[in-house]
């Protein structure tokens, strides 16, 4: 064995360290050990630090200064930096503005209508009516992956038909073009699942939503609904419904999506019989085009004549520069909910396209438009807030970035110092409660007794096995804040790395996480 995996096996073995060697603690290790040490695990690499919020004291800790995966934990530091660099009431203010002469008297506009992305990323397309923007513990970015995903209730067109009804009340007829401005910044990737297109202007996240609901019969057609409906979009649909059980083993959906060209796109597949309504989703192939027809739509069903057609591509060509754009004459403009509810939606749901864009947001703000740009200004906010560089490494703002690597005590520092600031009360806010809601609803039963007691940030991060069936679990993460059944309140990092794991590993790792934080709240 080489000297390197020597010291490897090691660092493994060194026992967990206890600051004060008391009973309790001693129980503490030994509990969590016989999650660390099952078998599932043999494989993986743990790192761990659980510190008492009040007065520091180390009450667990596990190679803390090593780096490790983070997964999705990653959000909790994009999410930060952007609440420390946009501010928590910060909002986005989309405008419609023109070129040409506004006839007043006549309510025609002889010029081009400019909506003027702002990076919006839910342009009104999940606000309730108290404000507050919706999510569902399955968000739909993910539908693809699983059979739970959901659709949340508002109308993901609301926003668009706000600026239409807006703008109804002062233009009845429209001579000119309809033009969506999106060079707010570059283009780039989301580092995640989900949407992969980094775009100014987001109309339901760019997804194309469909829910398919089998028949009562089978061998007849599913029934096929989805959303945003608009004069551009065609579905050719064709799902069938088969028998719910083949050979004595249960019947999974298969369902094909594609995008055959702008706007067009075809369903194919089977669906068992009694299945629950189905959610996939095909995100757009382009967005600032999508989002135009879209707008037309939404205008001429407010009562604004518009002569050109929304089956067009968006006229980039006859944009204004951009210095110009930002002098033509404001109509109306759609305002949005304050970040912290953003920032609410991206940890509740780990929301990976909208965390990959937060860097380039900041970077908006400050005149800058790439993805690296956004990535130092991140690193800069973060060194403001009080998280050394040295234990952080990010190559996106979601999580799924190869160069993705944190240290757990480089977690808790965020957290702490977090804690300490004005903006750390919506941040707190924003986190999953353990056992109640987000991507960490099932993390612990109904029944346990640290159910609630837990806000934290999941994370997870696997590839498949192309030799074998199963996958390599890269990263399950969870860090937070809790309390013990005393009520210490408590700060916690929790790691583990490289196990190998079947269909249902990430949830089973996911479970024996919410078993951490069971052990921790009855620790004393």
Not at 89 to 97: E, N, S
Not at 183 to 203: K, N, Q, V, Y
Request: net charge neutral; aromatic share 6%; glycine share 8%.
């Amino acid at each position: 064995m080489s000297q390197f995996l020597i010291l490897t096996a090691m660092v493994w073995f060194v026992p967990f360290t206890l600051q004060a060697q008391s009973a309790t603690r001693h129980s503490l290790s030994e509990a969590v050990k016989e999650v660390t040490e099952l078998p599932r695990y043999k494989t993986s690499h743990w790192g761990m630090l659980v510190v008492d919020a009040v007065n520091g004291e180390v009450l667990l800790d596990h190679q803390s200064d090593k780096f490790f995966a983070p997964a999705s934990c990653t959000k909790l530091f994009s999410v930060a930096a952007a609440l420390e660099s946009l501010g928590p009431d910060f909002r986005f203010r989309t405008p419609l503005v023109h070129t040409g002469k506004l006839d007043e008297a006549n309510k025609t506009l002889q010029g081009d209508l400019i909506l003027v992305a702002s990076g919006d990323l839910t342009m009104g397309g999940r606000t309730l009516p108290d404000g507050t923007i919706e999510f569902a513990n399955n968000d739909h970015t993910y539908a693809n992956g699983s059979t739970r995903g959901q659709l949340t209730s508002v109308d993901p067109l609301q926003g668009l038909n706000q600026l239409a009804r807006q703008l109804a009340e002062k233009v009845k007829s429209i001579e000119g073009e309809i033009i969506v401005d999106d060079r707010l910044f570059e283009r780039a990737e989301s580092t995640g699942s989900g949407p992969g297109r980094l775009t100014p202007i987001l109309i339901n996240d760019n997804l194309i939503d469909f829910t398919i609901t089998p028949a009562e019969k089978v061998g007849e057609p599913a029934k096929i609904e989805y959303r945003p409906k608009g004069s551009a979009i065609h579905v050719d649909a064709q799902v069938n419904t088969v028998a719910a059980e083949e050979n004595g083993k249960a019947v999974k959906p298969v369902i094909t999506m594609v995008a055959q060209q702008y706007g067009r796109y075809v369903v194919r597949g089977t669906i068992p019989e009694k299945h629950k309504p189905l959610v996939r989703v095909k995100e757009v192939d382009d967005p600032a085009s999508h989002a135009r027809s879209l707008l037309i739509d939404a205008l001429r069903k407010a009562g604004v004549q518009v002569k050109t057609s929304s089956l067009a591509v968006n006229p980039h060509e006859k944009l204004p520069a951009s210095d110009a754009v930002k002098n033509l004459p404001r109509l109306v403009e759609l305002e949005s909910s304050p970040f912290s509810e953003n920032a609410k939606l991206i940890l509740k749901v780990s929301h990976n396209l909208h965390a990959s864009t937060l860097p380039l947001l900041m970077a908006a703000q400050k005149q800058q438009q790439t993805l690296n740009q956004g990535m130092r200004l991140q690193g800069q906010a973060l060194k403001r807030i009080g998280v050394p560089l040295d234990s952080v490494i990010f190559g996106g703002g979601a999580g799924g970035a190869r160069a993705d690597h944190v240290t757990p005590r480089a977690a808790v520092t965020l957290l702490k110092q977090m804690a300490q600031r004005e903006d750390g009360k919506p941040f707190r806010q924003a986190l999953p409660i353990v056992g109640v809601d987000g991507t960490t609803a099932v993390s612990v039963n109904k029944d346990s007794p640290a159910r609630g007691k837990f806000q934290a940030k999941t994370g997870t991060l696997s590839w498949s096995n192309g030799m074998q069936n199963n996958s390599i679990m890269t990263s399950k993460a969870l860090s937070g804040y809790g309390e013990t059944a005393k009520g210490r309140q408590i700060i916690f990092a929790f790691f583990v790395n490289h196990a190998m794991i079947g269909e249902t590993g990430t949830e089973q790792a996911g479970k024996d996480l919410g078993r951490l934080c069971e052990i921790v709240f009855q620790m004393e």
